[in-house]
């Protein structure tokens, strides 16, 4: 692909993915609530959420999306739920300053990437990026194999570069608090901020 087609969706997507929406407000609620350990495998899950949009909006599935609205509803759905269920969490979590380094469970690790794709999947935001924005930045029908490549590989690294900037941030201001009642306070407002990624997925 052209370099000036690149440079321009490397431009956008990174303004529509620093831009605060349900995912950000998800990761950042996480390494509140549980520390920068549970970051990676939640992001990693909106990342390839992200690489699942592009291959269909590369590949002329839009007209398939549509026609299969409702399996992505459930999708959304389950993705809301799920955030709700962490946000519970966070609210009921224990305050003892050890469970700042807890460390996640492999099975944990495979939850959160679930969390993170399935959220991605159902993110109004992240669909009306890649089905309605993108076809005006490129010129998808002409987007080969090598094409996409270049394109995913540059979501990969802005993506990355954005949330790993949002988690350092999150991670950053816990560390800041370490009594029980500065960590409870945390945990509320993660678990708050959760809650409302999953409001505003369910309701979009």
């Known amino acids: 692909m052209e ?4 440079v321009l969706f490397a431009g956008t997507l990174l303004v ?4 605060p929406g349900p995912g950000i407000a998800a990761l950042v609620a996480q390494v509140i609530g549980k520390g920068a350990h549970s970051a990676p495998a939640f992001a990693a899950g909106l990342i390839l959420g992200d690489l699942v949009w592009l291959a269909v909006a590369i590949l002329g599935l839009a007209v398939v999306a549509q026609t299969f609205h409702a399996i992505f509803l459930v999708i959304k759905y389950a993705g809301a739920a799920y955030l709700v269920y962490l946000a ?3 609210w009921t ?5 050890r469970n700042v380094a807890a460390t996640v469970r492999r ?10 794709l399935a959220l991605t999947l159902g ?3 992240v669909v009306a990026f890649y089905l309605a924005l993108l076809p005006s930045l490129i010129d998808l029908p002409r987007v080969g194999l090598l094409g996409y490549v270049e394109l995913a590989s540059i979501s990969v690294v802005v993506l990355t570069v954005v949330f790993g900037a949002y988690a350092l941030a999150a ?12 960590m409870r306070l945390l945990n509320r407002t993660g678990g708050t901020m ?3 990624a999953a409001v505003a997925v369910a309701t979009k």
């Open 194 to 196: 959760m809650a409302g």
């Open 3 to 6: 370099l000036a087609a690149l």
């Open 93 to 97: 979590a224990p305050v003892e300053a």
């Open 88 to 90: 519970y969490r966070m």
């Open 123 to 125: 993110n109004p935001k």
């Open 16 to 19: 529509a993915a620093a831009s």
């Open 171 to 182: 991670a950053r201001a816990r560390a800041m608090f370490r009594s029980p009642r500065a």
């Open 107 to 116: 099975d944990g690790r495979l939850r959160l990437f679930c969390a993170g």
